[in-house]
């Protein structure tokens, strides 16, 4: 007998090989619900033996493969490491390219960036890894997600290796992965405010989703669209972006729901069944216990009462199901009237603040006519200047209200990171150059370059632009405004002072309140009274807070308080 071979029951030997074999036919027919134990015996055998390191590697990796099905990452990738740590005993492990790709996703879904990253580089180097294109184009892909999300973020590295990725995708037209990795590639320049480039990327990425039918990718590509024209000044192509993206959502969401009433449905059948079929049992079980079993009338009794107190605790289930379903359906009726509210208000403030700016504009489209036409140069540029300044205030309005529904359905994302302060003021007084030129306001600024803060960029533009467009609209001719920042008490601070018509002490207490008003300004358009509820939302959620002082007839002042990045 060889050293390879166990005895069985009858005193015949079995191969060492046959739990092992017993446990790749499980997994070959797919029967998850029993491989669990035929594994666990693969890999005690071969444990015992330590004859066969080979057979011992590939147990623990299916254990790996089973546990990371079953969503259990973690003790997934034990599994897979305890098989790498044998598999330094064999001198070519089977799958080895496959295997070590597994580890390296499973440290990924993990986010344990750094590890990925490293097991991802040392595949490049593997004998068999460049006879395997699609699997490079993968591979290539998950080293630029790694380079984007470790704490260094290096964007350089994980632009070439999306540009790698995409050149193996694009040799076999592979349009479902080539979405993908353009994807990734818009996001990419989208945070490194790159916007004309992200915007290129995600329509490629849309274009090749069409092509592949890659449904579960359209809404974040929809999503980061929206986002990009946003951020590019685009405002009327990313609210049809973000319109697609919620049809998207509701696309998917009825398509999920229709799948889970089906699955309702059967399984509402397949109870029924059962229940008649246990309702008819326990009918020919009374039946045979009345016609053989009549002196046991005591037992009867039991039985009777059993049933009844099985039907009550039925109906007190059902009763309780029946209160936490009206529960559920009268919260969602709250919900339902509070958007109702929110939709009616958001209608409102259409219907009533743009009219005016756009019958404006129209009326002064008709005055540049005439002037054009009669080669009125003077009368034309004043026109002209007129012109901008209404389509920045209404353009200005159209992004507090995208912004503030946004809000009232806690729509809204927000990525913090590290911003310097003087640079995003000045992003945000570029747009309002010709403003200030109108009402010849004087702007003096003093905010130090070294002020870095932590925050939502495009959140504290918002914010900064809301109150920079009060202050110009607020403040008379020949006024001024002034900014200024500093540090104080480890926070970051930023002070915007101008020496308008001010705010009454009543409708101060009101914005302190928490809640809207609005006002006329200098030129007696009446604001929507959005801005500052806005500002002092987005500032808030930026961990941050928001103080307004005014006095009616000498000016405000609106402090921005937030938090500072540590050297």
Request: hydrophobic share 35%; aromatic share 10%.
């Amino acid at each position: 007998m060889t050293d390879n071979m166990k005895g069985t029951k009858d005193g015949r030997k079995q191969p060492d090989f046959v739990p092992f074999h017993n446990m790749h036919i499980q997994l070959y027919e797919r029967q998850y619900s029993e491989v669990l134990p035929s594994i666990l015996a693969s890999i005690a055998v071969y444990s015992e033996t330590s004859k066969n390191d080979t057979l011992l590697y590939l147990s623990y990796y299916a254990r790996g493969s089973f546990y990371r099905k079953k969503g259990l990452k973690d003790e997934a990738l034990a599994s897979m490491l305890q098989a790498e740590k044998i598999s330094k005993n064999i001198k070519n492990p089977p799958g080895n390219v496959g295997f070590y790709s597994d580890i390296a996703n499973l440290f990924f879904e993990l986010q344990q960036y750094e590890d990925a990253l490293q097991y991802y580089l040392d595949l490049l180097h593997k004998n068999d890894f460049s006879a395997n294109k699609k699997l490079q184009g993968a591979i290539y892909n998950n080293i630029a997600r790694c380079y984007a999300n470790i704490d260094k973020h290096d964007y350089e590295k994980a632009e070439s290796y999306y540009k790698k990725s995409l050149a193996f995708y694009g040799e076999f037209q592979d349009s479902l992965n080539l979405a993908a990795v353009h994807l990734n590639l818009g996001d990419l320049y989208f945070e490194q405010y790159k916007d004309r480039l992200a915007v290129d990327h995600l329509k490629k990425a849309l274009l090749y989703s069409e092509v592949s039918e890659a449904v579960d990718i359209k809404d974040d590509i929809y999503f980061n669209l929206s986002l990009a024209m946003e951020s590019a000044g685009q405002t009327k192509k990313a609210l049809e972006f973000y319109k697609k993206y919620v049809e998207q959502l509701e696309g998917i969401w009825n398509r999920d729901r229709i799948w889970g009433l089906a699955e309702q449905e059967k399984k509402f059948i397949v109870d029924k069944k059962q229940t008649e079929i246990q309702l008819l049992e326990k009918e020919a079980k009374l039946q045979k216990m009345q016609l053989d079993t009549k002196r046991m009338q005591s037992n009867t009794f039991f039985s009777i009462a059993a049933v009844l107190l099985l039907l009550l605790l039925v109906g007190l289930y059902s009763y309780n199901q029946r209160i936490k379903k009206n529960r559920v359906i009268a919260l969602q009726n709250i919900q339902l009237d509070e958007l109702n509210a929110t939709k009616d208000r958001l209608f409102s403030i259409i219907a009533h603040d743009l009219r005016t700016p756009v019958y404006l504009l129209k009326e002064s489209n008709l005055r540049l006519k005439k002037a054009l036409i009669k080669n009125e140069l003077t009368d034309l540029e004043k026109q002209l200047d007129l012109n901008i300044n209404m389509t920045e205030n209404t353009y200005s309005m159209l992004d507090n209200l995208l912004y503030w529904s946004l809000e009232q359905k806690n729509g809204s994302f927000y990525k913090k990171e590290q911003l310097p302060l003087h640079s995003i003021v000045e992003q945000v007084l570029v747009n309002y150059g010709n403003a200030l030129k109108i009402k010849d306001i004087r702007l003096d600024k003093n905010i130090p370059e070294g002020i870095q803060v932590y925050a939502d960029s495009n959140a504290i533009k918002i914010v900064l632009r809301n109150i920079i467009d009060n202050a110009i609209k607020f403040t008379q001719d020949e006024g001024s405004i002034k900014i200024d920042a500093g540090i104080y008490e480890n926070q970051a601070e930023l002070v915007v002072k101008d020496n308008g018509i001010g705010i009454n002490k009543a409708m101060l207490d009101t914005i302190k309140s928490g809640k809207a008003v609005r006002q006329k300004d200098t030129s007696g358009r009446t604001s929507t009274g959005l801005g500052l509820e806005l500002c002092r939302i987005m500032t808030e959620k930026n961990g941050g807070r928001l103080m307004i002082e005014s006095e009616e007839g000498k000016g405000t002042s609106i402090k921005i308080v937030l938090e500072l990045v540590k050297k």
